[in-house]
């Protein structure tokens, strides 16, 4: 998010967390549903999507806008959400599609949050995208832009019903929307992010050869906490093929200790 949207969507994000301390989890879950209901309305009605973001239109009438068409039809505390976000400027009208999805999340983890579920629920999200990588045919469907939309969310609900949060299998089915114009891969890695970034925490994806101790990863958690001046969520993968050693990144900082790495770059040195 550059600074003009980041400003925009920071004054709508304040008026969520002061609707949000004082809502029950239900009703914050319910508005989260009624914003990503308008998200996916500006996702389909392009003119009013470009109406909002006007930059020659003054931000109490992209409110005023707003609230014509939305009067009645979501509450009131989603409304006064809303258009605070569209009251901001936006630098286009993808951007602000993007805050409005970004909002509605948001606003679904904030009630995750409040009902003690966030850890367990990003924990899950991890895991599922692991089991889809793990199996082509399953990528593959999930991932199949020309396969019916209701059909993949269907597929999620069957996979995720009954084994996981209700929230988990609400989030994973946005991935399979395309959170924020991601594929569902993209989507599904950037929704844990969100949630950590919930529990103020960083994720660290590690890999390792073979799994870590309980004892070793709180050793590297620590570590990577007095690294980055937070607490770490780690997300642990294991795969043989980098032999030995560990692979960890967090964010666009890459700390690769594998042998299989060290193999490459001696082979990669011996050809010169």
């Not at 914003?35 to 470009?50: F, M, N, Q, S």
Request: glycine share 12%; net charge negative.
């Amino acid at each position: 998010m550059d600074t003009i949207n980041r400003e925009s969507y920071g004054a709508a994000a304040d008026k969520l967390a002061a609707f949000a301390a004082s809502a029950d989890v239900q009703r914050i879950g319910a508005v989260g549903e009624e914003i990503l209901a308008v998200a996916g309305l500006l996702g389909r009605e392009r003119p009013l999507r470009r109406a909002l973001a006007d930059p020659g239109r003054a931000g109490e009438d992209h409110a005023a806008l707003l609230r014509s068409v939305l009067e009645g039809k979501v509450s009131d505390e989603a409304l006064d959400i809303l258009a605070t976000l569209v009251t901001g400027r936006w630098s286009g009208p993808g951007a602000l599609l993007d805050g409005v999805e970004l909002l509605g999340v948001t606003t679904l983890l904030s009630g995750v949050d409040r009902a003690g579920e966030l850890g367990d629920v990003e924990d899950e999200l991890f895991r599922f995208g692991q089991v889809v990588s793990g199996d082509s045919r399953l990528a593959a469907a999930l991932a199949d832009a020309s396969s019916p939309l209701e059909a993949r969310v269907q597929l999620v609900k069957d996979l995720l019903g009954g084994k996981a949060k209700p929230a988990t299998a609400r989030l994973a089915e946005l991935a399979v929307t395309g959170f924020g114009g991601r594929g569902f891969e993209s989507s599904l890695t950037r929704l844990v992010e969100l949630a950590a970034k919930q529990r103020d925490h960083s994720v660290a994806y590690v890999t390792t050869a073979a799994p870590l101790t309980e004892a070793d990863e709180q050793r590297l958690a620590g570590r990577l906490a007095e690294l980055y001046g937070r607490e770490v969520s780690l997300k642990i993968d294991v795969d043989p093929r980098i032999i030995g050693g560990m692979r960890v990144k967090v964010g666009s900082d890459l700390y690769d200790g594998t042998v299989s790495r060290r193999l490459a770059e001696a082979k990669t040195a011996l050809a010169n």
